[in-house]
T-cell receptor
């Protein structure tokens, strides 16, 4: 039973435009959410996170929005750059639990 | 600061062979994890450890074993390799939030 779901496995976007990645979760107990970025032949690297006490967290070009009632979060990348071409994983946990549940990932391709 | 180091990066095994995937971290993290990533399937937790001497099963532990004799090292053992274990394996460590991942081991069982 997949607790974190990422649909639309791939996304192509023009450089300079917005990339929006979506993530849904089923466990209402989750209270901490993270996005990881993965390049080929490398391990995932932490990108941005959000606690359930917030509905938005911003870090430079990356913003994560959380809608707890819908059990939905999204990652916005503005403006998209060619270096953003990667696989993005959504992850969720109970804060302090130290076990992350991951989605399947979204492939993003930014076209120069 | 090396972070999380995994060896080897690539390996081809024959069915029935055994091997150990090595993982070491130099950040003094208590928590360590082993994940496997199959194409289009995301990351599945195999085993994890909350500290030296303590390990526990994740979602997909069958066919694997782990040990945690020191804080730094968390090796993953495959005793009888099967084609279903062909995957990319990632080790990660954590101090309480967010993980630091190694660069992965690509294993092929033929």
């Amino acid at each position: 039973d997949q607790q974190v779901k990422q649909n639309s496995p791939s996304l192509s976007v023009q450089e300079g435009r917005i990339s929006i990645l979506n993530c849904d979760y089923t466990n209402s107990m989750f209270d901490y959410f993270l996005w990881y970025k993965k390049y080929p032949a490398e391990g995932p690297t932490f990108l941005i996170s959000i606690s359930s006490i917030k509905d938005k967290n911003e870090d430079g070009r990356f913003t994560v929005f959380l809608n707890k009632s819908a059990k939905h979060l999204s990652l916005h990348i503005v403006p998209s750059q060619p270096g953003d071409s990667a696989v993005y994983f959504c992850a969720a946990t109970l804060y302090g639990n130290n076990r992350l549940a991951f989605g399947k990932g979204n492939q993003v391709v930014v076209i120069p | 600061n090396a972070g999380v180091t995994q060896t080897p990066k690539f390996r081809i095994l024959k069915i029935g062979q055994s091997m150990t995937l090595q993982c070491t971290q130099d950040m003094n993290h208590n928590y360590m994890y082993w994940y496997r990533q199959d194409p289009g399937m995301g990351l599945k937790l195999i085993y994890y450890s909350v500290g030296a001497g303590i390990t526990d099963k994740g979602e997909v532990p069958n066919g694997y074993n782990v040990s945690r004799s020191t804080t730094e090292d968390f090796p993953l053992r495959l005793e009888l390799a099967a084609p279903s274990q062909t995957s990319v394996y990632f080790c990660a460590s954590s101090m309480g939030d967010g993980y630091t991942f190694g660069s992965g081991t690509r294993l092929t069982v033929v």
